[in-house]
């Protein structure tokens, strides 16, 4: 009998939860950027498996320009600045990540490791042009030019 | 001969006593993995020269004392010795605590331990690491076997003698595993040697045995019953036999490696300048650990002899088990032979180590886990005889 | 060796993820999954990258490709109250030696050698660390549990145990507290056609001291200065041909 009024009060309590289910949803900080071709709603739904999917892809392949989901790339457009206009880390409630994260009570295990803000270090983000200095291929082009000189010098 | 009964063990105020103070060890070390976890290694005294410290230490003792505990059901079912039937339950039952326990050092050791899932579903089956883990679940399943086995009425004893053989083949694998966990490490002069898995089958032998009479005993006492003197001799005679083949490979193991040039540096640091792994080997390990129990029990053959020598074991083996996993790091790779090192943080030196409070609670907090689901089991399964006195053996 | 990227790739196939998008629109998979394998930049059988050290190029007082790996990746400062040199990561660590018999002193940096038989591989528990195809030894740190039996296995003390949190990393080098890190070659330089910043610090330093290159093709500088000049692997008892050789040492 106690059991059973217990679980009316739990009743009680939980339906008015139900009934403004989307007034306690999350809101979404807006992003920047043009919008992801497949849809909010997919990417919602998939995000975590196409970033272990590429996170492989990237890490143990080696595939550097044919990547579509990954950390760097999403805070292109997903980042929440604060009052100073810097943006938001993960320990700051207001991050992207953590909006939806939190009101799940999902711990994403990204930010261990991973940076949650957009880095101002982008050197390396493109493939390199021949004309790079610090390309292979410049540095190359420069081995030879300094072994003509040698054996020019033996001469 | 009359027949074994089994009894749990009773709640008495005195056992409670000792549940509430292992129950606080295991509270400590919680304590200090959750502070290790928040802060990271960098509040342990380990470090990137010594990366196993004292937390492995009680870990690989537990993990080769496990095996060798369940010897004692070993020599009943598969050689066929009478006189330790009545143990053998208890004795699968702690092997299994005791493993639990030293694995329980070794994952909230990690530096990951969240991930512990990831250990269990990705394996590198060139790993001898992978192989332990499965050696570790293996162990589980057929010694538990083997204790429902045991436990069930009328079964016919070839069950039990199948149950055993298996049992006895799995551990001898497990702590040749464990010792290869050390032997297959090429990298290091200290470890990379054949001789690892025979040695801690041997040491696994004498660590068991001594923590099974300790173990046994301390339930026995508080629960009022009966260990036969002439059982205890027996057993403690059969310790100074594993303790000389301990000895015994030690023996080899330093020999071989001073025949060998390339290992002269590493065994000049172990047995003569080693500072408190010299001490540890010569003192604690040779004399204390091995020397001095032979004697107790060879030559002066008693009830309390054969307790201090379980005691001295333990001691020793920690202190082996030290030597060879904290001496091993610490003595500096080989990477520029011919070279002295001019400059070079930590390259070419002796690493040092100093354990803290955190990895000490740790690691006393596997053994007081393994302690305390030992007495819980023993309440709770009836798997320790009513008396173990001498009346029950009449040669 | 198991391909995981294409296993990862049959699990997402076989899960709602990719029915939903099937469902969507074809086009939408073939987007997200698709892209020519053919031609995709992607680690390289075919080539095996190296480095060759020369130690008599090597000043003793020059630390450029130190300092320049620490920026790159973002380690080096990991700080905390406990900190300290023995916990510190070091990727790369410069040593100056001393012939014991004829006096003779020469430095170089010592990093990952890259190994072609490595240990750390062959020991990790679950795989996290791995070789590339192109001879790249890595650490996945996605499911590196911290166990560190890597680093009892490495023979050159190249792995690091990361003691403390890192806050915002390098987005160059992901890096994080409890899990193993090591010299990756700079891999996300190489992948897109850049040489390793410590070969970039180096040359820039004037001593130009480091040759990096392909060891399988024959006509690369370094191969050529391979089989031209006498030169060392360290450890070499242990067969393990590393990618990284030293010269003059």
């Known amino acids: ?155 | ?395 | 060796m198991t391909n995981r990227a294409e296993m990862t790739r049959r699990d997402i196939l076989k899960s709602g993820a990719a029915v939903a998008t099937l469902t969507l629109a074809p086009g939408v998979t073939l987007m997200t999954f698709g892209g020519s394998e053919a031609n995709a930049a992607r680690a390289d059988a075919g080539k095996r990258w190296g480095l060759l050290i020369d130690a008599n190029k090597c000043a003793a007082d020059c630390s450029a490709c130190v300092t320049a790996c620490k920026t790159e990746n973002g380690w080096g400062n990991d700080g905390g109250e406990h900190s300290g040199p023995e916990t510190e990561s070091a990727w790369i660590r410069k040593v100056t030696l001393r012939d014991k018999h004829t006096g003779r002193q020469v430095s170089a940096p010592v990093m990952c050698q890259h190994c072609e038989s490595p240990p750390c591989v062959d020991v990790c528990p679950t795989g996290a660390s791995m070789q590339r195809v192109d001879g790249i030894v890595l650490v996945d740190k996605h499911i590196c549990i911290g166990c560190r039996y890597c680093m009892m296995a490495c023979p050159f003390k190249a792995r690091s145990f990361v003691h403390s949190d890192v806050p915002e990393q390098s987005v160059n080098a992901p890096r994080g507290k409890g899990v193993v890190e090591s010299c990756t070659l700079c891999v996300h330089r190489v992948d897109r056609g850049r040489i390793p910043a410590c070969v970039e610090a180096c040359e820039a330093s004037g001593n130009s001291a480091i040759l990096f290159g392909d060891l399988k093709d024959p006509e690369s500088p370094i191969s050529r200065a391979l089989k031209q000049y006498s030169s060392i692997a360290l450890r070499a008892d242990l067969e393990l041909n590393p990618g990284v050789r030293y010269q003059n040492l």
């Open chain 2, 1 to 395: 001969m009359e027949r074994t009964i089994y009894r749990t063990i009773k709640a008495t105020p005195a056992s409670w006593g000792v549940a509430i103070l292992l129950a606080a060890i295991i509270g400590a070390a919680g304590l200090a993995v959750l502070t290790i976890e928040h802060y990271g290694h960098i509040i342990t005294g380990m470090n990137n020269q010594i990366v196993w410290g004292l937390p492995h230490v009680f870990a690989i003792f537990l993990i080769v004392a496990a095996s060798g505990v369940l010897n004692v059901a070993s020599i009943s079912s598969v050689f066929g010795k009478k006189a330790y039937k009545p143990m053998a339950r208890f004795s699968a039952l702690l092997s299994i605590t005791v493993l639990l326990g030293g694995l329980a050092i070794l994952v909230l050791d990690l530096g990951r331990p969240d991930r512990l899932i990831v250990a269990m579903t990705k394996y590198n089956f060139t790993s001898i690491f992978a192989w332990n883990m499965i050696l570790y679940n293996g162990f589980f399943a057929i010694v538990g076997a083997y204790l429902v086995v045991q436990m069930t009425q009328g079964l016919s004893p070839r069950v039990h003698k199948a149950a055993g053989i298996a049992a006895f083949t799995w551990r001898l694998i497990l702590t040749t595993g464990t010792g290869s966990i050390f032997g297959w490490l090429v990298a290091r002069p200290g470890y990379d040697a054949a001789i690892m898995g025979p040695l801690f089958i041997a040491m696994s032998f004498a660590f068991g045995l001594a923590l099974f009479i300790l173990v046994t005993l301390a339930l026995f006492r508080l629960d009022g019953r009966i260990f036969g003197d002439k059982l205890m001799l027996r057993l403690g005679n059969l310790l100074g036999v594993f303790v000389a083949v301990v000895l015994y490979f030690t023996i080899v193991q330093h020999l071989t490696a001073l025949y060998a040039e390339e290992h002269a540096g590493i065994e000049r640091f172990i047995l003569l300048d080693g500072g408190a792994y010299t001490t540890l080997f010569w003192l604690v390990q040779v004399v204390l650990g091995a020397l001095v129990p032979m004697a107790l029990v060879f030559l002066r053959p008693s009830r309390a002899s054969t307790i201090l020598a379980s005691f001295l074991v333990i001691l020793g083996g920690l202190a082996q088990i030290y030597v060879i996993v904290i001496g091993g790091q610490a003595y500096p790779l080989q990477i520029f032979p011919g070279y002295e090192v001019l400059e070079g943080f930590n390259e070419g030196v002796v690493n040092s180590y100093s354990p803290t409070i955190y990895e000490l609670a740790l690691g006393l907090g596997g053994v007081a886990l393994a302690l305390l689901a030992a007495g819980l089991g023993a309440k709770i399964l009836r798997v320790l005889p009513t008396n173990l006195s001498d009346a029950n053996y009449p040669d």
């Open chain 1, 1 to 155: 009998m106690r059991l059973i009024l217990a679980f009316l009060v739990l009743l009680g309590l939980s339906l008015p939860l139900h009934a403004d289910d989307h007034e306690g949803l999350p809101a979404v900080p807006k992003a920047t950027g043009e919008p992801h071709p497949e849809g909010n709603e997919y990417w919602r739904k998939n995000h975590m498996t196409l970033l272990l999917h590429d996170r492989d892809l990237t890490l143990r392949e080696g595939e550097r320009e044919d990547i579509r989901a990954s950390l760097e790339s999403c805070f292109d457009c997903h980042t929440v600045k604060d009052e100073a206009g810097e943006a938001v880390t993960i320990e700051d409630e207001r991050h992207f990540c953590r909006v939806c994260h939190d009101y799940a009570a999902v711990k994403p295990d990204c930010f261990t490791c991973h940076r949650s803000t957009p880095s101002d270090n982008v050197a390396n983000r493109l493939m390199a042009t021949p004309e790079e200095p610090n390309s292979i291929a410049a540095y190359l082009e420069r081995l030879k030019a300094l072994e003509a000189d040698e054996s020019e010098a033996s001469q």
